[in-house]
């Protein structure tokens, strides 16, 4: 909570503060748990309901920790145009990552791309995403 | 010693230019670290005295140093895909470090914000309408009319914003100018804050952007004392694509949901906290330096038509050279993605083309004679948005482009208008009915036998595909936002050139 604290006071003064002190609290605690909701409302003399409304309209903020390591692979046109479809229908399963989807990561003429954390992967083939996976399970 | 210069933009570091840089340092050379020349397909590039060799892995190094390489490609400057270029935006893409001030200096950095503040507010407005600089984020509207329009408006507060939310696939000029030249969009975004009276400026940068997000971060802070009174500030996205919108941007900005606001009023009046609000993208912001250093005739001296000025196109997807490749307007779609492009990499026969991101038409070969010019491509049912081209060979399956483009929508739609929001959906399931009917794989076939005004018999072919058509219409009338009113280019295109793959 006195974390918390810390975060919300290091945005006073900034104009529209709630994404930014939403992005601290994501990465510091991999989501944005109803006691910080109720929190920064209070702070932010917002609603529980129009922090909520914030928090679930973006992608990149959740309400409950995810138990698996992410790989965001790149889905868009330029990988598909690339073959990332038949590169995900022929991934094995590991059982303790999760493969999500994201749009462009801007690097579409060296794709199938994928971001893992904020490092970059391009150029992938079933080898090297294969090999990839397999750090993280 | 030997100087090595690599790039350190996202695209190099995920082709393996780290290693590349390390294996260099480790035999002894001196490693520099420098912007893209954008030949994306030859990264990681490394330059020794102004010799390319590229795409090295580590365990090349040892025959490039004793100059036995066959990854050897002569003289950069020369090479065809650089020598052809016009690089205004991009002229220190591949020769300057970015976050080094001095560089920058020295290679033209900061002529233009000096020009301004000489020439004051109204005359820098007037160099700017005069050399034509249209919106280079996709709409296209003339620069010069929006920043009069905020200039003239009376507020005790005005904003810069700079969009950065690049979402469209095949764009990535945006975060080339942010992670290769950093200062050139600061510089930009200051002159614009002189010429319109604004003390504040944001860059609103997408979350999937972390080199972008640092590299500009940094940037801001080591130019702080040369830019001010201006201030400049970035802040990060959260993952929505409809944030790329301007207004859906100024909600996000404000700490909203980044729902798209009815215009008017104009951003220009009330645009960030109500304030009057210039809503530039990228690469608008960083043409204004040039104009402003060389001249706006100098800039409006090169393009087509209406079209003024330079265009940094943007080669991806199954291309054989893609990169960014900066050109006055007015040269082929063919010869962009047949000559400058090398056509597939696959080898393959193009088949489909698609000009502007996820919301822009797929163009067939039959159509490679379209000059890119603005007016050329609205005139085709196209547009160029963002100057993104992805090329697609022969396996491509258009339908299920179309039911990409309907499905991207419906997931992305921030939901404040009705054909947008409902019409993607309604799209989808269309489609995939078609689909079906054709034998192809549908993921998700509905016919809501359950509704009571549900239609009891099923609709001919020819009926389906007028519906998906007039549903296409209302979207593109009805919705609010460039997502809802874009998203039918992609799909009627594609059943418009290629409707043998929705089964008619």
């Known amino acids: ?137 | 010693m030997t100087v090595v210069r690599i790039s350190d933009d996202a695209l190099a570091i995920a082709c393996g230019a780290d290693d590349v840089a390390d294996a260099f340092a480790k035999a002894g050379c001196s490693v520099e670290r420098v912007s893209s020349w954008g030949m994306q397909w030859l990264e990681p590039l490394a330059e020794i005295d102004g010799m390319g060799f590229g795409p090295l892995e580590a365990s090349d190094i040892a025959r490039v140093l004793d100059g036995t390489s066959a990854k050897a490609i002569g003289r950069i400057e020369e090479h065809p895909f650089i020598a052809k270029q016009q690089r205004f935006t991009f002229a220190r893409a591949g020769k300057t470090r970015p976050l080094s001030l001095d560089d920058y200096a020295v290679n033209g950095g900061w002529q233009g914000l000096a020009k301004a503040r000489e020439i004051g507010g109204q005359a820098t407005i007037a160099q700017v309408t005069e050399s034509g600089l249209r919106g280079r984020g996709g709409a296209g509207f003339p620069a010069g009319i929006k920043w009069t329009t905020v200039a003239n408006a009376l507020a005790d507060q005005k904003y810069i914003v700079c969009n950065a939310d690049e979402g469209d696939s095949a764009t990535f000029a945006d975060r080339m100018v942010m992670e290769g030249d950093p200062f050139m969009l600061i510089e930009g975004m200051a002159i614009a804050g002189l010429a319109v009276g604004a003390s504040k400026g944001y860059v609103y940068i997408r979350s999937e952007y972390p080199h972008a997000i640092a590299k500009m971060e940094a940037a801001v802070r080591a130019s702080a004392h040369i830019v001010t009174p201006f201030v400049a500030e970035v802040r990060v996205g959260a993952g929505a694509y409809v944030c790329g919108e301007e207004t859906s941007l100024l909600n996000s900005l404000e700490g909203k949901r980044g729902e798209v606001r009815a215009k008017p009023p104009l951003p220009a009046l009330e645009g960030l906290f109500g304030k009057p609000t210039v809503v530039n993208n990228v690469l608008t912001l960083a043409a204004v330096p040039w104009i402003m250093a060389n001249g706006a005739a100098a800039y409006a001296a090169v393009g087509f038509g209406r079209s003024k000025g330079t265009m940094p196109i943007q080669l991806a997807g199954n291309v054989k050279h893609g990169g960014l490749f900066e050109i006055g307007f007015g040269v082929t779609l063919g010869e962009l993605v047949m000559t400058i492009g090398g056509g597939t990499e696959s080898g393959r026969p193009v088949r489909a083309v698609q000009v502007g991101g996820p919301l822009g038409a797929y163009h067939p070969p039959a159509e490679f004679h379209l000059p890119f010019d603005y007016e050329a491509f609205a005139a085709n049912d196209g547009l160029i948005g963002h100057a993104g081209l992805t090329v697609f060979d022969d396996t491509a399956d258009m339908s299920a482009q179309a039911r990409f483009a309907m499905n991207f929508c419906a997931v992305e739609s921030c939901g404040k208008c009705t054909p947008c929001r409902i019409g993607s959906t309604r799209g989808v399931e269309l489609i995939d009915r078609i689909r079906a009917r054709s034998g192809r794989a549908a993921d998700k076939v509905e016919t809501l036998p359950q509704m009571h005004n549900a239609r009891r018999a099923p609709r001919s072919l020819g009926d389906e595909i007028a519906l998906l058509e007039d549903l296409c219409e209302t979207m593109k009338f009805g919705s609010l936002c460039a997502l809802g009113g874009f998203t039918p280019y992609p799909v009627l295109s594609a059943l418009r050139h290629w409707p043998e793959d929705f089964g008619a």
């Open chain 1, 1 to 137: 909570m006195e974390r918390l604290e810390q975060i919300i006071a290091s945005h006073a003064g900034r104009e529209g503060p709630l994404l930014p002190i939403l992005h601290d609290v994501q990465a510091e605690w991999g989501h944005v748990s109803e006691d910080a909701i109720r929190a920064i409302a209070s702070a932010l003399n917002l609603s529980r309901a129009d922090v909520h409304g914030v928090v679930s309209f973006y992608h990149d903020f959740h309400e409950a920790p995810e138990p698996h390591a992410v790989v965001k692979l790149c889905r868009a046109e330029a990988c598909q145009a690339r073959g990332v479809e038949a590169l995900v229908a022929a991934l094995p399963d590991y059982p303790r990552v999760k493969v999500e989807a994201i749009y462009c990561l801007g690097l579409c003429s060296v794709g199938p791309n994928a971001m893992i954390g904020s490092k970059v992967h391009a150029r992938l083939d079933a080898g090297k995403l294969g090999a990839l996976m397999e750090t993280l399970a």
